[in-house]
């Protein structure tokens, strides 16, 4: 029923950015809550940030103030800048889409962010 497809990925050092987008499709409903998680090797998955329809923003305390969320509603897409990215923020990161009036949370694949001298 809906799709996410994640990019932007990649390898950096300490201190550099990377920008990830995610785009849905199908059957997405205009009031949804879109966001990303990360789950780094032997922890847990995580929130990093969320963004509602309306641009209402929440972010762990670990990333705030480094990272950004946003979104174009007209696209149906979610993008994380995130800056001064530190080692401990390597992790694979997963787009989530949740609708209101719907149960099922949808995700995305997943891609590989490593921070890395």
């Known amino acids: 029923q809906v799709q996410l497809v994640e990019s932007g990925g990649g390898l950096v050092q300490p201190g550099g950015s990377l920008r990830l987008s995610c785009a849905a499709s199908?059957?997405?409903?205009?009031?949804?809550?879109m966001g990303w998680y990360r789950q780094a090797a032997g922890k847990q998955r995580e929130l990093v940030a969320v963004?509602?329809?309306?641009?209402?923003?929440q972010y762990a305390e670990s990333v705030k103030g480094r990272f950004t969320i946003s979104r174009d509603n007209a696209k149906n897409t979610v993008f994380l800048q995130m800056d001064s990215l530190k080692p401990e923020d390597t992790a694979i990161y997963y787009c989530?889409?949740?609708?209101?009036?719907?149960?099922?949370?949808?995700w995305g694949q997943g891609i590989q962010v490593t921070v890395s001298s």
């Open positions: 199908g059957s997405v409903s205009s009031i949804n809550v």
């Open positions: 963004i509602t329809d309306g641009g209402i923003t």
């Open positions: 989530e889409l949740d609708r209101w009036g719907d149960l099922d949370v949808y």
